[in-house]
């Protein structure tokens, strides 16, 4: 998911998803980074989930997004303390295909893990996984065709980072349970006034942010899967 953009680099509380003619992001959230044909900058409020692409990749499939091995605190120095671990639910953010283009609107769940690492940088662990709503008349995720909106699904995947910084000495949100449900309000044209920044609510202004791998698989049934990760991209859902 860039869900309202689930890939992006941010520095000095602004946010650049990076999205490649060839493939999302996204994040969807960003990237999200591998850039070839297209670029993107968005400024603080980001709009939505772009799709990263990973240009020239062979062909991927699913046991490829390798989220277990990937997307685990063990990728992180485990000496390093465990400073914020949530929850949160996300509603009505859309997602982008291969092309940049808006193609459903989701809804997910999402595990936020930070881990200070003692030297002024901090280990990110995201595991996200929910549901789309495909759009009729939108352009599929793949860029194989047009949509009918009964290509529905469910995703899995998320990220890891590295942030540098300083943590706010007093958190926006709770650093342990869960933070609620954020609407971003996103419409299909990429627009999500109600997207909120995660990492600004935990870290002072002029903070660091790096992707280090991220990917996501979506399985829409007979309407087939798509894989979007730093390790390739293949598949559409059609």
């Known amino acids: 998911m860039c869900l309202a953009y689930r890939v992006a680099y941010q520095r000095n509380n602004s946010i650049f998803c990076f999205w490649n003619i060839q493939y999302k992001l996204q994040i969807k959230e960003v990237s999200f980074m591998k850039m070839n044909n297209f670029f993107l ?23 490829k997004l390798s989220a277990g091995e990937k997307i685990t605190p063990a ?20 997602d982008s295909g291969e092309g940049g283009n808006y193609w459903a609107f989701d809804a997910m769940n999402r595990q936020i893990q930070v881990r200070d690492n003692g030297d002024g940088t901090f280990c990110v662990v995201m595991r996200n996984e929910g549901k789309f ?49 954020t609407d971003y309000e996103c419409d299909i044209s990429g627009a999500c006034p109600g997207y909120v920044n995660w990492a600004g609510q935990y870290f002072e202004p002029g903070y660091g942010f790096t992707y280090d791998w991220w990917g996501w698989i979506y399985s829409a049934g007979k309407n087939g899967k798509w894989l979007n990760s730093s390790d390739g991209n293949s598949g559409d859902i059609l």
């Open 41 to 63: 900058g968005a400024a603080a409020v980001m709009m939505v989930v772009p799709a990263l692409v990973v240009s020239g990749a062979s062909a991927a499939n699913d046991s």
């Open 75 to 94: 990728r992180c120095d485990e000496a390093g303390k465990l400073v914020v671990n949530v929850k949160e639910n996300i509603v009505n953010t859309v």
């Open 133 to 181: 709503d495909a759009q009729a008349g939108q352009t599929s995720p793949g860029v194989g065709g047009i949509l009918d909106g009964d290509e529905d699904g469910t995703y899995r995947g998320g990220y890891r980072a590295t942030i540098t910084g300083t943590l706010r000495a007093t958190p926006d949100w709770r650093t342990n349970g869960s933070v609620g449900t």
